[in-house]
């Protein structure tokens, strides 16, 4: 049986959707470049009000700027932006930590262990592996929240993860400066272990705010107004 097309199983709005951001994301379009309506509609074979509704949910979730009679851009790399999702992520995270070290089962730590395994093969294999290592320490972040039995939280830290990703790969992985640290995550397993919530609440919060500091520095040093074009 062959396999169905993915507008098959999701409505076309959502699927247009996930195809953009996922775009975004991963930096195949950069900052300040126009999101062609037209275009995107024709490629992905849905309507332009399709696109338009999908572009109105990335706009709220600020990975898109919307102008009225002028195309959509990816949002810009502003530091003020950057600050804010930064230290909304760090409070959430460090909210997650502390409920997961309360609770989290020695199951559930074997595997964030073994998820961690993966992190370090792939660093292992880096410069080639980078959007692989990237999968790999989101799937760890993952695993370690869904402990904390709170899906809405989880649901609000996987978009600020989303836009925090996009930060990254267009600053942060074209030179390495600043990748997932196999060794920092077992160092909060140490602490779920031991259910020590405070600790896990101060490492997480701290670990959020280590990235931040360093999207923000290379911002600075770029000096372009955060347009993000020496990275691409």
């Known amino acids: 049986m062959q396999d169905q ?8 709005e959502q699927a247009a959707y996930e195809s953009i951001r996922q775009a975004i994301i991963h930096g195949r379009w950069g900052p300040g470049e126009p999101v062609v309506v037209s275009r995107i509609a024709a490629d992905l ?10 572009l109105k949910r990335l706009a709220g979730e600020g990975f898109v700027r919307l102008t ?20 909304m992520r760090a409070a959430l995270e460090a909210l997650a930590a502390g409920e997961v070290a309360a ?20 660093r292992a294999e880096l410069p080639r592996a980078i959007q692989e290592l990237r999968a790999a320490d989101r799937a760890f972040h993952r695993h370690v ?24 790969s267009r600053l942060l992985d074209p030179s390495r400066l600043s990748v997932p640290d196999p060794d920092a995550h077992a160092t909060l397993l140490a602490h779920l272990g031991r259910q020590d919530r405070d600790a896990a ?17 290379t911002l600075e040093q770029l000096g372009d107004g955060g347009t993000g074009q020496e990275v691409r």
Request: aromatic letters at 6%.
């Open 103 to 122: 609770r989290i089962s020695p199951a559930h730590l074997d595997e964030a262990a073994r998820l961690n395994d993966a992190v370090r093969q792939r």
């Open 68 to 87: 009225p009679h002028k195309e959509a851009v990816v949002a810009r790399l502003d530091p003020n932006g950057v600050r804010e999702i930064y230290l």
């Open 5 to 12: 097309p993915v507008l098959d199983f999701k409505t076309r």
């Open 45 to 54: 074979g849905v309507s332009r009000i399709t696109i338009a509704n999908a």
């Open 201 to 217: 609440t101060v490492f997480m919060r701290d670990h959020i705010l280590g990235g931040m500091r360093t999207v923000l520095a």
């Open 145 to 168: 929240r869904s402990a904390a039995g709170m899906p809405r939280l989880e649901q609000l830290l996987e978009n600020l993860a989303d836009q925090c990703e996009y930060y990254r």
